[in-house]
């Protein structure tokens, strides 16, 4: 039986230190950890967070930027940082023009391609439905998207901490 990668999904509010958490643990995990970046370039505020987090990096990580088709490359055996699925879910969003069921069908496909290499995965993802509801339908839909992805990711991972301000919450061990 095919092994499948080991999971584990670290979630929290935007600036909540999710990223900096994980970038730690995959460090202390390998000397070679691999950072699979899922956003697109935006405008000039949204590049410089992206320059933050290449600044926080050493040499040693191997950067590989991938806004939708995560599972094409070859992660067996590494320790990859997935960041972030938010990101990654508005890319797809955006491909199928907003449309809620291609959006989830093309996500899962892709997922489940993903874990099937023998890797470890650290995820990253956003706990976007922690706020009030939209009053725009668009915004509704991709809320219930990233609510549903993030919980088949829980569902599959071995290990899920949410991140408070800083301060990780071990939510399954």
Not at 87 to 97: H, P, R, S
Not at 103 to 108: F, I
Request: hydrophobic fraction near 40%.
């Amino acid at each position: 039986m095919k092994q499948q990668a080991k999971v584990h999904l670290i979630t929290g509010g935007q600036r909540s230190g999710k990223s900096v958490f994980a970038e730690k643990l995959a460090s202390s995990l390998s000397d070679q950890p691999i950072y699979l970046a899922t956003s697109k370039k935006g405008d000039g505020e949204f590049d410089e967070r992206i320059k933050v987090h290449q600044q926080r990096r050493s040499v040693k990580w191997k950067t590989i930027e991938e806004e939708i088709n995560l599972h094409l490359q070859d992660l067996t055996g590494k320790v990859v940082l997935v960041d972030c699925i938010t990101l990654w879910l508005t890319n797809i969003y955006d491909e199928f023009e907003f449309d809620k069921e291609k959006t989830l069908v093309k996500a899962e496909e892709i997922w489940e391609k993903l874990i099937s290499q023998n890797c470890h995965l650290i995820v990253v993802s956003n706990e976007i439905g922690l706020g009030g509801i939209s009053m725009h339908k668009m915004t509704r839909n991709f809320t219930d998207i990233h609510g549903l992805i993030n919980q088949k990711i829980a569902n599959k991972a071995q290990e899920v901490t949410f991140i408070v301000s800083g301060y990780p919450m071990i939510v399954k061990s």
